[in-house]
Protein backbone atom coordinates (compact mmCIF):
# COMPACT_ATOMS: atom_id res chain seq x y z
CA UNK A 1 0.00 0.00 0.00
CA UNK A 2 1.53 3.37 -0.89
CA UNK A 3 -0.14 6.09 0.94
CA UNK A 4 -2.30 9.00 -1.09
CA UNK A 5 -0.45 12.52 -1.24
CA UNK A 6 -2.19 15.29 -0.10
CA UNK A 7 -1.74 19.36 -0.74
CA UNK A 8 -3.67 22.33 0.11
CA UNK A 9 -3.73 23.22 3.55
CA UNK A 10 -2.77 26.57 4.91
CA UNK A 11 -3.73 29.26 6.77
CA UNK A 12 -6.76 31.29 6.09
CA UNK A 13 -8.88 34.21 7.55
CA UNK A 14 -13.04 33.26 8.50
CA UNK A 15 -15.30 33.32 5.21
CA UNK A 16 -12.17 32.28 2.68
CA UNK A 17 -11.26 29.47 0.64
CA UNK A 18 -9.29 26.89 0.20
CA UNK A 19 -9.07 23.57 -2.23
CA UNK A 20 -7.39 20.06 -1.19
CA UNK A 21 -5.86 17.75 -3.68
CA UNK A 22 -5.28 14.04 -2.75
CA UNK A 23 -3.64 11.79 -5.23
CA UNK A 24 -3.81 7.96 -4.95
CA UNK A 25 -1.63 5.68 -6.74
CA UNK A 26 -4.61 3.01 -7.08
CA UNK A 27 -6.25 3.15 -10.52
CA UNK A 28 -9.43 4.23 -10.97
CA UNK A 29 -11.08 0.67 -10.95
CA UNK A 30 -9.04 -0.30 -8.13
CA UNK A 31 -10.91 2.20 -6.08
CA UNK A 32 -14.29 2.10 -4.80
CA UNK A 33 -14.79 4.98 -2.95
CA UNK A 34 -12.29 8.41 -2.21
CA UNK A 35 -12.82 11.03 0.24
CA UNK A 36 -12.04 13.59 2.75
CA UNK A 37 -12.05 13.19 7.36
CA UNK A 38 -10.81 15.64 9.59
CA UNK A 39 -9.62 15.68 12.72
CA UNK A 40 -9.68 18.72 15.50
CA UNK A 41 -7.63 18.93 18.36
CA UNK A 42 -9.36 16.82 21.25
CA UNK A 43 -11.46 14.88 19.07
CA UNK A 44 -12.52 12.07 17.08
CA UNK A 45 -11.92 11.67 13.43
CA UNK A 46 -14.95 12.70 11.41
CA UNK A 47 -16.36 12.07 7.96
CA UNK A 48 -15.69 15.80 6.32
CA UNK A 49 -16.96 14.41 2.28
CA UNK A 50 -16.77 11.20 -0.29
CA UNK A 51 -17.06 10.20 -3.34
CA UNK A 52 -17.99 7.07 -4.94
CA UNK A 53 -16.86 5.29 -8.46
CA UNK A 54 -20.31 5.69 -9.25
CA UNK A 55 -19.95 9.69 -8.55
CA UNK A 56 -22.48 9.26 -5.19
CA UNK A 57 -21.41 11.70 -3.07
CA UNK A 58 -21.81 12.10 0.60
CA UNK A 59 -21.27 15.00 3.30
CA UNK A 60 -21.01 16.22 7.01
CA UNK A 61 -23.92 18.25 7.49
CA UNK A 62 -21.72 20.56 8.86
CA UNK A 63 -19.84 21.26 5.37
CA UNK A 64 -22.82 21.41 3.14
CA UNK A 65 -23.57 24.45 1.14
CA UNK A 66 -19.32 25.26 1.74
CA UNK A 67 -17.42 22.21 0.90
CA UNK A 68 -17.50 20.69 -2.95
CA UNK A 69 -16.02 17.48 -3.36
CA UNK A 70 -15.05 16.15 -6.90
CA UNK A 71 -12.59 14.12 -9.05
CA UNK A 72 -10.58 13.63 -12.33
CA UNK A 73 -10.96 9.66 -12.51
CA UNK A 74 -8.09 9.19 -15.26
CA UNK A 75 -5.88 10.20 -12.34
CA UNK A 76 -7.41 8.85 -9.52
CA UNK A 77 -7.18 12.44 -8.28
CA UNK A 78 -9.99 13.91 -5.28
CA UNK A 79 -10.46 17.37 -4.87
CA UNK A 80 -11.91 19.36 -1.68
CA UNK A 81 -12.79 22.76 -2.43
CA UNK A 82 -14.14 24.27 0.53
CA UNK A 83 -15.23 28.43 0.74
CA UNK A 84 -16.84 30.11 3.69
CA UNK A 85 -14.16 28.78 5.88
CA UNK A 86 -15.23 28.98 9.43
CA UNK A 87 -12.64 28.69 12.95
CA UNK A 88 -14.37 25.12 13.51
CA UNK A 89 -13.60 24.00 10.31
CA UNK A 90 -9.82 23.91 11.57
CA UNK A 91 -8.55 20.99 11.53
CA UNK A 92 -6.01 17.93 10.28
CA UNK A 93 -7.51 16.87 7.21
CA UNK A 94 -7.00 13.43 6.07
CA UNK A 95 -7.42 11.90 2.78
CA UNK A 96 -9.08 8.20 2.30
CA UNK A 97 -8.81 5.41 -0.24
CA UNK A 98 -11.44 2.56 -0.05
CA UNK A 99 -10.35 -0.72 -2.79
CA UNK A 100 -13.00 -2.33 -4.45
CA UNK A 101 -10.94 -5.16 -2.18
CA UNK A 102 -11.97 -3.50 1.06
CA UNK A 103 -8.36 -2.01 1.62
CA UNK A 104 -8.51 1.13 3.52
CA UNK A 105 -5.59 3.83 2.97
CA UNK A 106 -5.13 6.48 4.67
CA UNK A 107 -3.02 9.99 3.82
CA UNK A 108 -0.44 11.59 6.28
CA UNK A 109 -2.76 14.56 6.36
CA UNK A 110 -2.25 18.21 5.90
CA UNK A 111 -3.33 21.12 8.08
CA UNK A 112 -5.73 23.27 7.81
CA UNK A 113 -6.18 26.58 10.56
CA UNK A 114 -8.95 28.94 9.78
CA UNK A 115 -8.41 32.68 11.90
CA UNK A 116 -11.22 34.34 13.45
Known amino acids: QVQPVESGGGLVQAGGSLRLSCAATESFFAIRTMGWYRQAPGKQRELVAT???????NYADSVKGRFTISRDSAKSTVFLQMNGLKPEDTAVYYC??????????WGQGTQVTVSS
Open 96 to 105: NVQTVIGTNI
Open 51 to 57: ITRGNSL
